[in-house]
């Protein structure tokens, strides 16, 4: 799975890096080390202009935990992070958002923890470990989004009346991943960003074939920090090496 995540780029080189089109300066996120579920997150999603009927692409803050439009509560997202890319075709979760509403989510790098059993006086614990691309390029993250309107709000029109939400699609962890945990965010490579945002491509098979385990060889894993255990817990500092920051 993928419970927590580094984002610290700035949204101006964002834009620049995934050529967006329409971003609002106004919709400020800060940089994060420790992304957690319910947290608002930077999106790249393309939509289709109301007026214009032209397709754009865009830099959205969304919170992170898919709602599907059939749900009852918000609180539904905070169990819903992950979408297997084995199963995300299929599950009534998500295989709407699989058809029309896929994004991509930013990220220098995520967590996993491993276990490490007791020794001595020592207790069992689970060591936190960054994962990141070893040339150190943005992860393009596989998501999906969904429109979310909240039944207890009386006007359609008021701002909080709808929430947009997403999910982070996993697969089969490999190469460094693979030795910490057995899943891992599934990242969607340069060359097929246009195919995956494009909500006029809806090829069920062609859009699977995106989803491809990559390449082993380009992920290094260290242990870090075990102050990032805490959400309440953010800053650069929580990707110190294992000892520095406890």
């Known amino acids: 799975m993928c419970g927590r995540y ?7 080189d964002l834009v620049d890096l995934f050529d967006v089109k329409r971003w609002d300066p106004g919709q400020a996120l800060d940089p994060s080390w420790n992304v957690a579920p319910t947290d608002n997150v930077w999106s ?10 032209e397709i754009t692409r865009q830099l959205r803050p969304l919170r992170w935990g898919l709602v599907p439009s059939w749900a009852k509560s918000l609180n539904v997202g905070a169990k819903m992070i992950n979408a297997r890319a084995e199963t995300v075709a299929e599950k009534p979760a998500y295989r709407r958002a699989f058809a029309k509403r896929r994004c991509l989510l930013p ?6 923890w491993q276990p490490v059993a007791a020794t001595g006086t020592a207790k069992a614990r689970k060591q936190p470990y960054f994962i990141s691309p070893e040339d ?64 006029g491509h809806q090829d069920s098979g062609e859009l699977r074939a995106l989803l491809a385990t990559p390449a082993a060889g380009h992920l290094d894993a260290r242990a870090v920090s075990s102050a990032v255990n805490s959400v309440r817990n953010n800053g650069p500092h929580l990707l110190d090496d294992a000892g520095e920051g406890r």
């Open 136 to 199: 150190g390029q943005v992860m393009a993250l596989a998501g999906l989004y969904e429109f979310w309107r909240d039944p207890a709000v009386a006007e359609d029109d008021d701002p909080v009346a709808w929430w947009t939400t997403c999910t982070i699609i996993t697969t089969e962890a490999v190469d460094a991943a693979g030795h910490i945990h057995p899943r891992m965010p599934l990242a969607i490579a340069p060359a097929d960003w246009s195919a995956w945002l494009d909500p």
């Open 44 to 53: 790249v999603l393309e939509r289709v202009e109301r007026d214009t009927g």
């Open 6 to 12: 580094v984002s610290t780029r700035r949204p101006q």
């Open 107 to 112: 990220a220098d790098g995520f967590y996993e």
